[in-house]
């Protein structure tokens, strides 16, 4: 069975540049989770997706962040302009089962970014 | 709000030796799950171990175990006959009703 996919693997932008994130789940995973890993910290959620939507985004910065689900399968995640502070690894996540939140999430390789 | 706390930074020994890490976490609700997750330094997040609140036996698996201590909110794992290839950054995770709350990690190195 194929692991969480995230492509790139490694970014590296100037400030203010745009940049990209892919997460491809694994099959049949209903819920998606993008987290932020700081370097020698553990990682926080960014956002949480059931299907297609987005049920938990509180912690995600909405003023240069966004991220979509379309059709319930890959996401994005992006962040519009970037800033310093963003260079970190940006880990996706998914989950066979939602609801009562109490499974096991299956995590991607992470995208380090670098903001110069 | 859930918090994990590893106390332990960095943590070194050597190979075939037994090694704990320890973790404690604070939350009031009574059903939960415990996770250990490995990141070596591929950045793949791999779960070690799990433990679900209601259960009072520890979990194992196979050189891993965990001594989960639910009144002390202590949840420490142990590694026996440690691997060279078991050095990486260790988290635990505490997950309850809503999110997944992760520990900021015990760097563990294991020596030839």
């Known amino acids: 069975e194929a692991g969480v996919v995230q492509s790139p693997r490694y970014k590296i932008i100037e400030k203010k540049q745009p940049v990209a994130f892919w997460c491809n789940p694994i099959s049949g995973h209903n819920t998606l989770y993008w987290y932020l890993q700081n370097l020698g910290q553990g990682p926080e959620l960014l956002i949480r997706y059931e299907n297609e939507e987005a049920v938990d985004d509180s912690q995600l910065p909405k003023d240069r962040f966004s991220a979509e689900r379309l059709k319930g399968v890959d996401s994005t995640l992006k962040i519009q302009p970037a800033e310093l502070g963003d260079s970190a690894v940006y880990l996706c996540?998914?989950?066979?089962?939602?609801?009562?939140?109490?499974?096991?999430?299956?995590f991607g390789p992470g995208t380090r970014l670098t903001v110069l | 709000a859930q918090t994990v706390t590893q106390s332990q930074p960095e943590m070194s020994v050597q190979e075939a030796e037994t090694v704990t890490l320890s973790c404690t976490y604070d939350?009031?609700?009574?059903?939960?799950?415990l996770f250990w997750y490995k990141q070596p330094p591929s950045r793949q997040m791999i779960l070690v171990i799990r433990?679900?609140?209601?259960?009072?036996q520890n979990a194992t698996e196979n050189r891993f175990s965990v001594n989960f201590q639910k009144a002390a909110k202590s949840f420490s794992l142990k590694i026996s006959d440690s691997q060279l290839g078991d050095t990486a950054m260790y988290f635990c995770a505490f997950q309850g009703a809503q999110k997944l709350v992760f520990g900021q990690g015990t760097r563990l190195t294991i020596n030839p």
């Open positions: 996540a998914s989950s066979p089962e939602q609801g009562e939140g109490y499974n096991e999430q299956f």
């Open positions: 939350t009031s609700e009574n059903n939960y799950y």
């Open positions: 433990q679900e609140a209601y259960k009072q």
